[in-house]
């Protein structure tokens, strides 16, 4: 399967932004698919998992701000972001593997990331 993130850009501390994970020569309900983000400086950083059936896992860094979703006709997952703060600021990937995980290791497709700048 080949992923393509997308969505972000540049916004307002407290906004909002949508990323999306859309497949390719794959099936996305095949596989769980991880958020990460990755800050300049800084260690790949897990956002949010999407199992197969739907459950989503979020930590609590961004738990009640961020949410996952799947549009299984669409082949594509969604990472919406809401009351975004600076500290958000961050590549973004979508990756995908057979089994859900928290370790960027595991994941075995990859997107290309894409840039989210928060301002204060």
């Known amino acids: 399967v080949q992923l393509q993130a997308s969505g972000g850009g540049l916004v307002q501390a407290g906004g909002s932004l949508r990323l999306s994970c859309a497949a390719s020569?794959?099936?996305?309900?095949?596989?769980?698919v991880g958020w990460f983000r990755q800050a300049p400086g800084k260690e790949r950083e897990l956002v949010g998992i999407s199992w197969r059936g739907g459950s989503t896992y979020l930590p609590d860094s961004v738990k009640g701000r961020f949410t996952i979703s799947r549009d299984n006709a669409k082949n594509t997952v969604f990472l919406q972001m809401n009351s975004l703060k600076p500290e958000d600021t961050a590549v973004y990937y979508c990756?995908?593997?057979?089994?859900?995980?928290?370790?960027?290791?595991?994941?075995?497709?990859w997107g290309q990331g894409t840039l989210v700048t928060v301002s204060s």
């Open positions: 990756a995908a593997a057979p089994l859900a995980s928290s370790r960027a290791s595991d994941y075995v497709y």
């Open positions: 020569e794959g099936t996305v309900s095949n596989y769980a």
